[in-house]
């Protein structure tokens, strides 16, 4: 079995920072790309970030400039870091890896989701 435990989330005031963590657990061969995924009430699922298992990165054009993401191949991490906070950057927050549990198994997951609000 595989796990994605994502931490960080929190109350912050407009301007502010957090920086979350997902962490990947259990049977992992190695772990494709990452990404981290939000969610605001009444809203869809959009993308924040994305980030290759060698590094490459994309952004969301409303997140660009503010967030890096980042990972820790050997302790199987990934990070968010989110500066200048914005009330619309309020929602929940998700982690999505693609883990490989063999050579030829691959399989996405999802966290749990930790809340970040913003407060202005």
Do not use: H
Request: charged fraction near 15%; glycine fraction near 12%.
């Amino acid at each position: 079995q595989v796990q994605l435990v994502e931490s960080g989330g929190g109350l912050v005031q407009a301007g502010g920072s957090l920086r979350l963590s997902c962490a990947a657990s259990g049977s992992i061969f190695s772990i494709n790309g990452m990404a981290w995924y939000r969610q605001a009430p009444g809203k869809q699922r959009e993308l924040v970030a994305a980030i290759s298992s060698g590094g490459s990165t994309n952004y969301a054009d409303s997140v660009k400039g503010r967030f890096t993401i980042s990972r820790d191949n050997a302790k199987n991490t990934m990070y968010l870091q989110m500066n200048s906070l914005k009330p619309e950057d309020t929602a929940v927050y998700y982690c999505n890896g693609k883990v490989r549990r063999s050579v030829a198994i691959e399989f996405g997951y999802w966290g749990q989701g930790t809340q970040v609000t913003v407060s202005s």
